[in-house]
């Protein structure tokens, strides 16, 4: 991941309804959810859902799959471990910062 793609994926991240939307559809994992599911999950009107949606996959941490009348919306798993990686790369110099029990990052 590169600079600007971590800063498009950062300011995504950076709203409420967005988080909340991205932490859902982490949770729903394959399954992914349908913008209904989520509206109703997360107490969001279906239009305000709908541009969080568009944002969150234009920074390419939400995938969407139509299946028949249905779309059906997945978190990007490999975009958020490439956001973290990005963000822990020179985490302590390559070296553990603190004993595993008590790990405070993603070193």
Known sequence: ???????????????????????ALVVAGNEGLTPGALAELLEVAPNTLSFHLKELTHAGLVSQERQGRNLIYR?????????????????????????PQARSCAC
Request: proline fraction near 0%; glycine fraction near 4%.
């Open 1 to 23: 991941m590169n600079e600007i793609d971590a800063v498009r994926s950062l300011a995504a991240l950076a709203q409420e309804v967005r988080l909340r939307v991205f932490r």
């Open 75 to 99: 978190a990007s798993i490999t975009t958020m471990n490439e956001l973290l990686g990005f963000l822990t790369e020179n985490c302590c110099q390559g070296a553990d910062c603190l004993a």
